[in-house]
């Protein structure tokens, strides 16, 4: 049987729409640990930390059980670079790269971010961030096969597929902006963080085909979160974000305790879930400067039948320098 010459178009199209879903949607910016990742939420939070610099590393396996599985890997810094009386600015690096399927699509991007921060008071601080990445898609097309390697009785890869198509789409850029606003009482472990994000607002041309073009629609998000301390060795925590890019939606709920082991030691437990998909049990252990989160998704949506409820595995790492304290006072005995 000969698949019809429309068959290839068809094909190109869904791998196209996966693909950008997957990079966009599920794989470039779709962590369930986001509050690890701060920098890949909101550009505005950017510098919005206790601490000198950041850095953080994510890496995320998805979807082990179906033939299209996912590999995702994020890397980011920030650092506090001036600041002028209540304002300050803050500068970002961020790069991502993640790969799905047979044909090892890829979605792979860099940039810069900034932000400019103002204190609204002693407790409170309002920032507005932007980012410029370079992204790029890309595919293995020796993976792939088509209509027209197809002989009258089997597939013969030694048949040119007569395609026109590239290896990548070519490095395009990508604009975010977001705005955040931060609250922290100095006198205790509690804090809020709640902002609204936008990303491939200029909708970057992402295609593979000449003649199937393909803009990467903008990406709309919002959220909420931080602790409450309840006493000296426990504080709540709580997560909330939403996210839109073009009909697809994602709400993600979720709420733990963290327990204070020591000054410099703390163990967090958390659940989540992300609505109508899975949820996603988590635990993160903080001592001195360092945070390490782990997370698995258990899918319940209706692809479970293929998942097997095994969803994504994700580990989060990050590491914040704080500012050096300042020796104390000595008092010089006199000697006799």
Known sequence: MKCAPAITTILLTALLLLGSAAGAWGQDLHFSQAPLNATFQNPALTGVFSGDWRASAHYRSQW????VQYRTGSAAADLKSQTFGKNGLAFGLLLAQDQAGDAVLRWSQIGLQVSALHALSKNQQLSVGFG?????????LSQLKFNNQWDGDLYNPDLSPREVLNNQSGIKASLSA?????FQDPTSRTKFDAGLAGFHLNRPDIHFKSDLPYALPARIG????????QNELMDWYFFSQ????????ETVMGAGVRYWLDDETALQFSGASRWKDAMIPSIQVQFRQWIVGLSYDVNYSPFKVATRRRGGFELGIVYTSLPVKPIKDLKVCPTF
């Open 222 to 229: 919002g959220y909420v979160q931080g602790y409450w301390q």
């Open 64 to 67: 082990e059980s179906v033939p």
């Open 178 to 182: 977001g705005i955040n606003w931060h």
């Open 132 to 140: 410029l990445q370079g992204v790029q898609r890309s595919l293995d």
């Open 242 to 249: 939403y996210q839109q890019l073009s009909t697809a939606r």
